[in-house]
């Protein structure tokens, strides 16, 4: 008994002196996506105050391709001591499992949910040559020419992917899906007319919608954005039941020591809860969450089940 209770105590102490002693290096945070992009501006962000917290860098790798697969994989593969973490989106972590034939990871396995940072609604931007001045006219037009028009979106088994296929779905649409590594590229062949539409993060286009180089003719959310309030919501102008933001969040390799995971997500909280943080990050469109494990952990849940439906109903595959 005695012998149990020494190695109790042993192993007690060995987990605290871990969580005390971390982060004991320079952490890696992977985002499966390029720089300048909505998940890397999020990331950037917490990473700046879990430095400013810790006194350890946090030095971003941007790890594109796959739809967010590769650094999502490299991740998941890594070393559960908290040293590397990922930020996740709609695709990698709760889509892509029906979206892809393989993963090269398991996300219910091989990740462990830290927190939910960011929420924020899209945008339908279309290309000025689109005769559409509002959602309706845009269905419209699109079903007068089927297979003709083209959207694009930052990758296979994005928010702004299904989002179009589910409007592609409630709608009776015909589109062609061309997918992009973020949204950077995927708005400058917007620009250049290369494609014909496409569903981005508010930000992501709002300045060449104000300056009237595409036109934004619908948001996603439930209430107009601040950002746009003179765009109305897809619920607005004929789909009530339409419901799609974007979202991004923090994970881990699964396994991490428990005292590991409870500073690491004691910490992300803080810094999303941080007044100038929640500011800026607002000022870009984004609605700054920043909860629990537990509760990013059955928000994934229902996004996969949300999705693995829309997947199935709309036959959307990542070719």
Known sequence: M???????????????????????????????????????????????????AWGQPVVVENKTGAGGNIGTAEAAKSAPDGHTLVIGINGPVAVNKALYKSLPYDPEKDLAPISLLAVGAQMLAVHPSVPAANLRE???????????????????????????????????????????????????????????????????????????????????????????????????????????????????????????????AAETQKGMADPELRKRLGGLGFEVVGGTPEQFAAFIKSETEKWTGIVKLTGATAD
């Open 138 to 264: 845009f269905v419209d037009y699109v079903r007068k020419n089927p297979g003709k028009l083209s959207y694009g979106s930052v990758g296979a088994g994005s928010g702004s992917h299904l989002t179009m296929e589910l409007l592609k779905s409630q709608a009776k649409l015909d589109m062609v899906h061309v997918p992009y590594r973020g949204f950077p590229p995927a708005v400058q062949d917007l620009l250049a007319g290369n494609i014909h539409a496409t569903f981005a993060i508010v930000p992501a286009v709002l300045p060449n919608v104000k300056a009237g180089k595409l036109k934004g003719i619908a948001v996603t959310s439930e209430k107009r954005s601040s950002l746009a309030p003179d765009v109305p919501t897809v619920a607005e102008q004929g789909f009530p039941r339409f419901d799609a933001t974007v979202w991004i969040g923090l994970l881990a390799p699964a396994g991490l020591p428990k005292d590991v995971f409870a500073k690491l």
């Open 2 to 52: 005695m012998r149990i209770f020494s190695f109790l105590l042993a192993f007690a102490f060995a987990s605290a002196a871990a969580a005390q002693g971390y982060p004991s290096k320079p952490i890696r945070l992977i985002v499966p996506f390029p720089a300048g992009s909505t998940p890397d501006i999020v990331g950037r962000a917490l990473g700046q105050k879990l430095a400013e």
